[in-house]
């Protein structure tokens, strides 16, 4: 038995689901529509954009199909070299190798000639990037 509290008392959250009304009537009309809007189809007394567009409206099919491969980054090839997530592995895991194997054969003045070898190459992108492209002229 329950006694009377003026405090209430959390309770644990149930699963609880809301369930879509299906409706196997209008399922059935709708398909036997279907079904002669095709037959018309045929026969051509419908035209075929009308039903292209009554296909795109009251289409069944799963708009998700597909969508997780087409979009994925892992289908598609990277268009340049800095894309590729290898490619940018491999070059972070030569540049620490190097890091450590010049730290241990220069000393700490090794990070400074990387500092300035890295000022340059950023300097020389940056110059690159500035001058314009020649374009053929017509």
């Known amino acids: 038995m329950k006694f009377p509290s003026i405090f209430r008392v959390n309770q ?25 809007k ?8 419908l035209e075929s954009e009308d039903r292209e567009e009554l296909d795109r409206r009251y289409s069944h099919g799963s708009s998700i199909r597909g969508a997780f491969t087409s979009g994925s ?15 940018m592995r491999m070059i972070i895991f030569v540049l620490l190798v190097a890091g450590f194997g010049g730290y241990l054969y ?6 400074y000639y990387l500092l300035y070898l890295g000022a340059a190459v950023a300097l020389l992108v940056s110059l690159f990037k500035l001058k314009p492209s020649k374009k053929k002229a017509t």
């Not at 644990?12 to 002669?36: A, C, G, L, S």
């Not at 980054?73 to 490619?87: E, L, R």
């Open 38 to 45: 095709r037959e018309l189809e045929a026969r051509g007394v």
């Open 12 to 36: 644990p959250r149930r699963f609880q689901i809301n369930p879509r009304h299906y409706d196997p009537v209008k399922e059935e009309i709708h398909q036997r529509t279907e079904n002669i």
């Open 106 to 111: 220069i000393g700490p003045d090794f990070f």
């Open 73 to 87: 980054p892992i289908k598609k090839q990277p268009s340049t070299v800095m894309q590729s997530a290898g490619m």
